[in-house]
């Protein structure tokens, strides 16, 4: 919470000096994973969309905020087989995100930027997906489920991003950045017989994204 409110305070200081405020609205790519306690993950495939603010403090520096919905996470996958058995489960963490990056933007060149800064993220859902197939002496099995994994996540993440931005025109652009996770999302586990369990699992993202600049 200190940590977000630094930002803020940080964030109405460059307000304040502001030469000029663009606004604009942007949507893209996730290649996310994650590491840490985990194994054999793999990539997950998903969506950000979201607004933002451009604050000029000079002709080659601006403060970015931004806001945005963010889908994130890993997939696993498991296979055994034997002469008369196969079976194979692919598992997805599915980890939704509600993102607020608060990133530094230096003009290198007139159309191209770099961009650096943290990311406080705010979990809105987490899901783990499950589907499995088994084959054993010619008889098949299937089945899938989604449970929500909510409870065994942390509420807040905290990030830091690097990326770079190219304008196509005054008002369109693309952008790429990657979104390291700095904290552990996962909460610490207690079984029943009071044994704790602290895990550290944190996210990773690339992102691609096009803009509007209004």
Do not use: C, W
Request: charged share 20%.
């Amino acid at each position: 919470m200190k940590k977000i409110l630094l930002s803020a305070v940080f964030l109405f200081s460059a307000l304040s000096y502001a030469q000029d405020v663009k606004f604009g609205a942007k949507v893209g790519l996730n290649i996310s994973n994650l590491s840490g306690d985990v194994e054999d993950t793999k990539s997950l495939i998903g969506a950000h969309l979201g607004g933002f603010a451009e604050i000029s403090i000079s002709e080659k520096f601006a403060i970015q905020p931004e806001l945005l919905f963010s889908m994130q996470g890993a997939k696993s996958e498991y296979s055994e087989s034997d002469v008369d058995y196969s079976y194979s489960e692919e598992s997805k963490t599915k980890l939704n995100y509600l993102n607020v990056p608060i990133l530094a933007k230096y003009y290198v060149a007139e159309k191209f930027a770099l961009l650096a800064g943290p990311q406080f993220g705010i979990l809105m859902s987490a899901k783990e997906d499950f589907e499995f197939s088994e084959n054993d002496n010619g008889i098949t099995d299937s089945g899938s489920e989604s449970i929500d994994a909510k409870e065994f996540y942390k509420s807040l993440a905290l990030s830091f991003n690097l990326g770079a931005s190219y304008s196509i025109t005054e008002n369109f652009f693309i952008d790429a950045r990657y979104n390291l996770g700095l904290s552990s999302i996962a909460k610490d586990y207690t079984d029943e017989f009071g044994n704790s369990t602290s895990l550290k699992i944190n996210n990773n993202v690339f992102q691609f994204s096009v803009g509007y600049k209004f």
